[in-house]
């Protein structure tokens, strides 16, 4: 997995990266929003991509 790094300025707003031990992968097929956490990362196997979710 590539680590991309952004760097940019938006007034009035404050970013406070905050650093988790692991993002919750989900697979597409059994992805349920109801139960999932607030972030995460959903597998599309028959694409090969990922793609994130936050609620």
Do not use: C, W
Not at 10 to 35: A, G, M, Q, S, W
Request: no cysteine; net charge neutral; aromatic share 14%.
């Amino acid at each position: 997995m590539e680590i991309l790094s952004f760097t940019g300025f938006i007034r009035d707003i404050v970013y406070t990266p905050v650093l988790i031990p692991r993002i919750k992968i989900y697979d597409i097929i059994n992805f349920n929003i109801n139960h999932a956490k607030p972030f995460g990362i959903i597998t599309l196997d028959y694409l090969q991509n990922n793609i994130a979710f936050s609620q």
